[in-house]
Nanobody
Framework: QVQLQESGPGRGKPAQTLSRTCTVA??????????GAWIRQPPGKGREWMGG???????YYSPSLKSRTSIFRDASKNQITLQLLSVTPEDTAVYYC??????????????????WGQGTQVTVSS
């Protein structure tokens, strides 16, 4: 069964780069078999799809975040990484990674993914 483990700092300062890494683990679950995505939920707001990456490495981003977001994968480490540039306090949110055999652009519901990370609170403040 595929499991996702998220890692990375839980705090950042304005203008810094936020990095989150999702490690795909489990029997017969190399990263290459799954598409991945990052979703976040700011306090008091709904979930926001940030972007995704296909098993072949094609990337897709939310238009509102495209200029600041990069998603890439390291197949040798079974990892999918999110980088968000020039963060502000408005980037404070719970960040989730998710994986599925077929990426649905914009999907924020857990039941549209085969696996969903535990979520991590990330706070941006000076």
């Amino acid at each position: 069964q595929v499991q996702l483990q998220e890692s990375g700092p839980g705090r950042g300062k304005p203008a810094q780069t936020l990095s989150r890494t999702c490690t795909v683990a489990g029997a017969a679950s190399p990263t290459g078999w799954y598409d991945g995505a990052w979703i976040r939920q700011p306090p008091g707001k709904g979930r926001e799809w940030m972007g995704g990456i296909s098993y072949s490495g094609s990337t897709y981003y939310s238009p509102s975040l495209k200029s600041r977001t990069s998603i890439f994968r390291d197949a040798s480490k079974n990892q999918i990484t999110l980088q968000l540039l020039s963060v502000t306090p408005e980037d404070t949110a719970v960040y989730y990674c998710a994986a599925s055999q077929r990426l649905i652009l914009g999907a924020t519901a857990e039941n549209l993914y085969d696996c969903w990370g535990q979520g991590t609170q990330v706070t941006v403040s000076s």
